[in-house]
């Protein structure tokens, strides 16, 4: 991403390519492992502060459920209302009736979304402040070279906390071995297509070998997070990647 504030703070900025010609060079033959992996379903519970979650989330999805049966007995109301009122002569009090049906759906998709939050929280999970959680862990990772965290819009989601945190530290690290811990690192987050999207890289030059367990241990990350982990604009051969957080989509905290 193209920034054009000048002065002492200009340094810490990450520029995105602003042509598609523009890639950085490619890795030896054979001696980076791709990036790109595909989400997995993982049974690995989150540390720390889910069980205060799920207890709630129980409470709630119990007041969901009393809920729907007061709205099944409102709608089955409302149609025997609906059905002895004679069209003709009373057709403002069918309006009327109508209006009040509008008023259901509204709050009919409202539970739905109650009722998401609820599973969600019942499964341990908690609405996260994506920006608040990538400031803190560029500030544990931060070495020479501070780690820049641009920000397009707030993104706040559901999820697991403490895999969000391992997600992003593990590929902090992996785009640093990229770039033999050479180059200013970058957290940029944004919502695309309804998804939290993180975008993390580095402005080093991508060259040289990487552990196999720290590739390991990135994808597992991912896994656990349900992220699907694409190349950036430079390509598979570029130091950068992107985290698209798919199992958060449609989950903003409210």
Known sequence: MR???????SRNKVSTPQGGDYVLPAPPRGALAPLVTSPEESTTPSSGGGEVARAIGA??????DSLDMFLAELRDRLEQLDHAIAEDSRAQLKGAVREIGHVVDWW???QQALRADSARAAAGEEPVDLVALSEQVAAAVAGAEPVTVLVHQPVTCWGHRARFRELLTE??????????????????LEWREGAPSVRVCSRGEPGGDIAPELVERFRSAAARSGAVVEPDGHGVGGAGLVLRLEAAADATAI
């Open 3 to 9: 920034q054009d504030t000048a002065g002492p703070a």
């Open 59 to 64: 409470r709630l999805g119990a007041q969901v």
């Open 108 to 110: 009919e998709a409202s």
């Open 171 to 188: 590929a902090l690290a992996l785009v640093s071995a990229r770039t033999n811990q050479r180059g200013l690192r970058c957290i940029e």
